[in-house]
């Protein structure tokens, strides 16, 4: 549920240099409904995110596996896949000498 906050807003009174002040209705602390705003969240949801301190929400990636893991995908570096043709073959031949051919479709 959203909390209900009253700000106080600035008012100019004509008669006097001094502002008025006015209260006016607000859900949250910045009148942002953005959730990755932490003023639109609770008290105690903030300060769970804060004692984890800068701690990643996943476990890692490349450069926290284990060395040999790491060789093991490093070494397939710039191997691309077989695609659909064995290189070399017939069908991949006439598929590149067909390259950029119309289809001969009617229009």
């Known amino acids: 549920m959203f909390r209900q906050i009253y700000k106080l807003q ?6 006097t240099s001094t502002p008025i002040f006015a ?7 910045s009148g942002n409904t ?8 609770p008290k105690e ?3 769970e995110i804060a004692s984890k301190g ?3 929400s ?3 990636g490349f450069a926290s596996m284990d060395p040999d893991k790491q060789r093991e995908i490093a070494s397939k570096g710039g191997q691309a896949s ?3 043709f064995e290189p070399g ?8 000498r067909k390259g950029g051919q119309a289809s001969g479709g009617g229009s």
């Open 10 to 15: 600035p008012k100019r009174n004509f008669h």
């Open 58 to 60: 996943h476990s890692g």
């Open 82 to 84: 077989s695609g659909s």
């Open 89 to 96: 073959s017939e069908r991949a031949r006439e598929a590149g």
């Open 34 to 41: 953005n959730p990755g705003n932490f003023a639109n969240r």
């Open 45 to 47: 949801e903030v300060q």
């Open 23 to 29: 209260t006016t209705k607000s859900n949250n602390m």
């Open 54 to 56: 800068g701690q990643a």
